[in-house]
T-cell receptor
Framework: GQQVMQIPQYQHVQEGEDFTTYCNSS?????IQWYKQRPGGHPVFLIQLVKSGEVKKQKRLTFQFGEAKKNSSLHITATQTTDVGTYFC???????????FGTGTRLQVFP | NAGVTQTPKFQVLKTGQSMTLQCAQD?????MSWYRQDPGMGLRLIHY???????DQGEVPNGYNVSRSTTEDFPLRLLSAAPSQTSVYFC???????????FGQGTRLTVV
């Protein structure tokens, strides 16, 4: 079945270092979404990418959708302690509106 | 707007007991979903609804029942709880068409 692979599973960085998480799908996607979940919290929507090769920025966060629409990445420049949490990508199950989540990347930032 | 409201926030059940996790949204969203979150497994879709009276299974539906009698409410029923159902459960709603999902605060369930 359709699978969403996300790497790495964990990442520990020093404050000020950059961070990247990658999401790979087994199918070509219509769109991909990214969510952030703070420790003890619930997932919160960050962004949706729709177009092949699309790049979107939100302050220090850069989101990219692959040319073949089968992978995506989230890059954080100069991490801060407020970036701590788990980042998930999510994609629609092929042919449906059901949202399937990746396994997530847990980011820990040391001051 | 309250958004998506889940109750209870915490629950401890004994094996074999039944219970209903409540989920309500006040955004008039047609699409609602239930997910469970386990360490290292991400969020896995349990059941899904595209509107009142319409439900469908997700990735891990066994042991759970749902119904959707109104647009606002989407309860999740555990008929006979098992330790394997110990997890954090999230309800989410969207307008559909692969749009942004709004999540409730979650219910932390422990089955002993």
């Amino acid at each position: 079945g359709q699978q969403v692979m996300q790497i790495p599973q964990y990442q520990h960085v020093q404050e000020g270092e950059d961070f990247t998480t990658y999401c790979n799908s087994s199918t070509t996607l219509s769109n991909i979404q990214w969510y952030k979940q703070r420790p003890g919290g619930h997932p919160v929507f960050l962004i949706q990418l729709v177009k092949s090769g699309e790049v979107k920025k939100q302050k220090r966060l850069t989101f990219q959708f692959g040319e073949a629409k089968k992978n995506s990445s989230l890059h954080i420049t100069a991490t801060q302690t407020t970036d701590v949490g788990t980042y998930f990508c999510a994609e629609p199950l092929w042919g449906t509106d059901k949202l399937i989540f990746g396994t997530g990347t847990r980011l820990q930032v040391f001051p | 707007n309250a958004g998506v409201t889940q109750t209870p926030k915490f629950q401890v059940l004994k094996t074999g007991q039944s219970m209903t996790l409540q989920c309500a949204q006040d955004m008039n969203h047609e699409y609602m979903s239930w997910y469970r979150q386990d360490p290292g497994m991400g969020l896995r879709l349990i059941h899904y609804s595209v509107g009142a009276g319409i439900t469908d299974q997700g990735e891990v539906p066994n042991g759970y029942n749902v119904s959707r009698s109104t647009t606002e409410d989407f309860p999740l029923r555990l008929l006979s709880a098992a330790p394997s159902q110990t997890s954090v459960y999230f309800c989410a709603s969207t307008t559909g068409g692969n749009t942004e999902a709004f999540f409730g605060q979650g219910t932390r369930l422990t089955v002993v």
